[in-house]
């Protein structure tokens, strides 16, 4: 099997054989087109892992992804880049019909040529539209223009989770809330029998105002449809969150997408994901093969209740996982709830009740805390008594 790993402009492929820990060069046919960056990677079933090596132009039909900016794509307008991702470009575009902006993926050109996985994109594009839930980004419309296939989805203000984390560590209750939000709609998706299949940080969009949003659901499916990639069984994902069964190529269902949350609940929590290595076959590997690393190896102030969350979500048997996203997240609400009570000052504010609103009474403690605060400081009477106003509206 050939895997093409698109990086820019140029196509930059390797061949590996894979055999639990043996890894050489190996005769193969076939291929398949994935971009990558060496973020995301395809795999075949099996013992067998095969990429091949190239280099050509990004591009199809006399359009290329870098002349895009100033251009059409039906009715949008394309205005900036905004993104690459492990399976597609973002561009920030306007549509003039509905006076809005909107954000485009635009999958590479090399995969649009191929009529089975057209057919599998228009597919999957309609069933990812039907998800409507508030953590999720919403597909508005979907096209496909002179060798070019691409997703149009809502435009909003906001960073990435991985760009949060690049930032610095996440508090207990944040890592909660992001937790909560994003496994309500897994969990919803899950029970109209969806599967993500690329759960990670970079597809976790976070707001102005904290809430986070899924992202790119079904795009791993839609990427998975090439005829020979369909001949061969192979999967897709990205390497640092892969479940065993996913890098083994094997079949995938729900708990896959629970190893990948877990995966990303490890990296919240110690600033690290759990596997690494030089190649992200290697990586792979590791999933598969090696003991999880506990988290308090790397963070040894993490309570152990989070990391008993984190351990059973890792599970390298799906059977022995939580079976559900929202097993988890009850798990780690407890969890949360439990090391706060044990250790109120070094953990933080109490876990939220419900995903997006703290709970009333840690509310009334930090409006108590203010108006001592005003009265230390000379705040003056008028603002000092809206506070007490406040507190007394919500006690």
């Known amino acids: 099997m050939f895997t093409f790993l698109l990086h820019s402009r140029y196509i930059v492929v390797m061949l590996v054989w894979y055999n639990v820990g043996r890894v050489a060069t190996h005769p193969c046919s076939g291929w398949i087109a994935k971009p990558a960056g060496a973020e995301v990677i395809l795999f075949g079933p099996g013992p067998q892992m095969l990429s091949i090596v190239t280099r050509g132009r990004v591009g199809s039909g006399g359009v290329e992804m870098s002349n895009l900016i100033g251009q059409t794509l039906g009715p949008y307008r394309i205005i900036e880049q905004i993104g690459v991702g492990g399976m597609a ?59 070019l296939t691409y997703l149009v989805m809502r435009y909003v203000e906001a960073g990435t989770l991985k760009d949060r984390l690049a930032a610095g560590q996440l508090d207990l209750p944040t890592i909660y809330r992001i937790m909560a939000q994003v496994g309500s709609a897994l969990d919803y998706a899950h029970r109209l029998g969806v599967i993500h299949r690329d759960v990670k940080p970079s597809n976790v969009l976070i707001d102005s105002q904290g809430d986070a949003y899924l992202t790119d659901f079904g795009l791993a499916r839609i990427m998975e449809s090439t005829e020979q990639l369909t001949a061969t069984g192979v999967g897709v994902g990205t390497p640092d969150y892969m479940a065993p069964e996913q890098g083994q190529g094997l079949k995938i269902d729900h708990r896959s997408d629970v190893y990948s949350l877990g995966v990303m609940l490890y990296e919240m929590a110690t600033g690290h994901v759990p596997f690494q290595a030089e190649t992200p076959m290697a990586v792979v590997i590791k999933h598969i093969t090696e003991p999880l690393p506990l988290p308090s190896s790397v963070k040894p102030d993490i309570p152990p209740q989070v990391e008993r969350v984190i351990l059973k979500a890792m599970a390298k048997d799906p059977d022995d996982r939580f079976q559900t996203v929202a097993e988890m997240v009850t798990a780690l609400d407890a969890a949360v709830r439990l090391a706060q009570a044990e250790a109120p000052a070094a953990v933080g504010e109490p876990a939220v009740a419900k995903e997006a609103a703290p709970p009333t009474k840690g509310f009334l403690a930090r409006a108590m805390a203010g108006v001592r605060e005003a009265i230390q400081t000379g705040w003056g009477r008028t603002a000092m008594w809206a506070a007490v106003g406040i507190v007394a509206l919500l006690a």
């Open 89 to 147: 470009t973002v561009y920030k575009a306007y549509q003039p019909a509905m006076d809005r902006y909107v954000a485009i993926k635009v999958l590479p050109a090399l995969v649009s040529r191929d009529p089975a996985f057209l057919k599998r994109f228009r597919r999957e594009a309609k069933v990812v539209a039907k998800l409507e839930h508030k953590h999720i980004l919403p597909v508005h419309d979907y096209g496909e223009q002179e060798g």
